[in-house]
Structures are given as C-alpha cells and as structure tokens.
C-alpha cells in the first residue's frame, strides 16, 4: 500500500499491521494545519523538527537491532513495537522538516540521502548496548527525557508540532514504564543483574548532559512558543529518573552535570556510522530506486 506522504497514511485504518502508527486510533493530524506559523524561521524549524525526528529514527534502529535478542517473547514484541512507534514519530517529523525547509525533501530523503554530519540526534540515541541492561536503562533515560518534552511541546505554536507531540505522549508513556520495570526488575534483582545494572546506568552519566544543553536554534523557538527549552527538563527528570534508580536500589541520581556532546551540530561517534551503513545501505547501493 502506498501514501503520497507520512501525514495521509495516518488516515487509513484498515491496515492495522502497519505498527509504528499503532493500532484503533483517530487520525491525530485531521484537520491540523501544516503551514508554519507566523514570524517563525524556516531554517530552524527544519533543524529542530529534524533534531527530534533524528532522535527518534537513530534510536528505533538500535532497538530493531535487538529483535530476536530479548530474553524473552514478550520483550521481542515489546521492543519491536517500541521501535516502530519511534518510527512512526520520525516519519511524521522528517515529513515536517521537509515541509519547513522548502527543498523537496521528503522523509525518505531526510532518513537515507544524509550523511553523519547531517544528522542532529543526541549521542544517546546512537550508542550501542553492552548486553539487555544497558539497552533499557538507555531506553528508560530516553523516554524520560522525551516523554517531558513532548508534553511542553503540546502546547506548541506550530499546530502540527503539537499534534505530533501529542500522538507520542501516550506512546512514550509506555516505552517509559516498560523500561523503568525492567530497571528496577535488574536492579532489586540477583547480583549478577544488579551488577550488570549498576554498570548501565554508569555508562549513561556521561550522556546526560547533552539533553538539557541549549542549542541557538532551539533557544529562538522557544522564545517564540514552538521549541521547548531543553534546561527546563531537567527539574522533571532528575525526579523520574532519581524515583526509579531509589525503586531499583540503585541509590539517587547522580547530581554531576557532564560536560555535553555535540550531536545537535552533527558531531557523532563512530556508533552512528555504524547504523547509517546499515540503514543506508540499500539506498546508496540503489539510488533513485523504487520498489
């Protein structure tokens, strides 16, 4: 079945297969008006809306990496459905930023026709998993972080923003809750679990600190009421996340304040060159194909 773009294929109903818009759902979109608001840069609309769909595209391929992985069926569905719900919301931000920016650009274009400098998603997103600890305390972390932004960025000026933030509140509400039962599921569990937990949520310190690092193009948009100052998330999350390190045994959150990365201005670690070579891959190898 094709679309013409991301935006009509959330008006069919039919295909209930098609997961990463999940399923019995009215169309979020109908009806929301795709012109930019008044007064906004286009440029910086694109690069944020590329930013959060970055985001979303970078992590879901991590997560599909580990389908026929997960120690149980349950967690393989679990987590394909978790990746393609971040699918789902990539499409629709991609789709935006193409709009926004004005160059013919199209989903497929922004996700398989860019190079790694062109990308703008936190290092988090890219960074491998030693084993299925560091997966869902990196998934718990993520989802924390974006569940809080997309809340503020329902009341968004850009109206079709804030229809997609709104979509993905409830769909990140559950990535979040799935991965905080497993933190603490490893973390109050065998010792084995618990040391493998302690390592995870470690290895993440360092990567904390990029999420709530402002950005020039984010900080004109949210003096304008369409971005979402990424400082004014980190109140909210240091008491999610502190609550669910407490739950696990895990102790407080740490209070360190790492010094950030730079994936917003496409400087990556050699992790993301990994997925694009694999995401990629049949594009280069077929440019201008269809099937």
Not at 22 to 44: K, M
Not at 152 to 161: F, G, N, V
Not at 216 to 230: F, N
Request: hydrophobic share 45%; glycine share 8%.
């Amino acid at each position: 079945m094709a679309f013409d773009d991301a935006y009509d294929a959330l008006t069919d109903h039919e295909d209930d297969a098609r997961w990463a818009y999940g399923t019995g759902f009215s169309d979020p979109l109908a009806g929301v008006s795709s012109e930019l608001p008044d007064g906004v840069d286009r440029d910086d609309l694109a690069a944020y809306c590329l930013m959060l769909g970055d985001d979303a595209l970078i992590l879901s391929h991590r997560l599909q990496q580990w389908v026929t992985r997960a120690p149980e069926l349950e967690d393989e569905l679990a987590i394909a459905n978790i990746a393609l719900d971040l699918l789902g919301q990539a499409r629709l931000l991609l789709t935006r930023a193409g709009e926004a920016e004005g160059r013919d650009r199209d989903e497929d274009d922004l996700a398989m026709r860019r190079a790694a400098p062109e990308f703008r998603n936190v290092v988090l997103a890219e960074r491998g998993d030693d084993d299925f600890a560091h997966l869902v305390a990196r998934l718990c972390v993520f989802s924390v972080w974006r569940l809080e932004l997309l809340q503020h960025l329902c009341t968004s000026r850009d109206p079709m923003l804030a229809a997609i933030a709104a979509k993905g509140v409830k769909e990140v509400t559950y990535h979040r809750d799935y991965a905080a039962q497993w933190v603490v599921r490893l973390g109050d569990g065998t010792q084995l679990s618990r040391q493998r937990m302690v390592a995870a949520v470690a290895a993440l310190e360092p990567l904390l600190g990029e999420l709530f690092q402002p950005h020039p193009v984010v900080t004109r948009l949210a003096e304008s009421g369409v971005a979402v100052d990424p400082g004014s998330l980190r109140e909210a999350f240091d008491q999610v996340w502190g609550y669910v390190l407490t739950t696990a045994t895990l102790g407080p959150a740490s209070s360190s304040r790492s010094p950030a990365h730079r994936g917003r201005d496409g400087v990556h670690t050699p992790g993301l060159l990994e997925i694009l070579d694999e995401m990629q891959g049949l594009a280069r190898a077929l440019p201008g194909g269809s099937w």
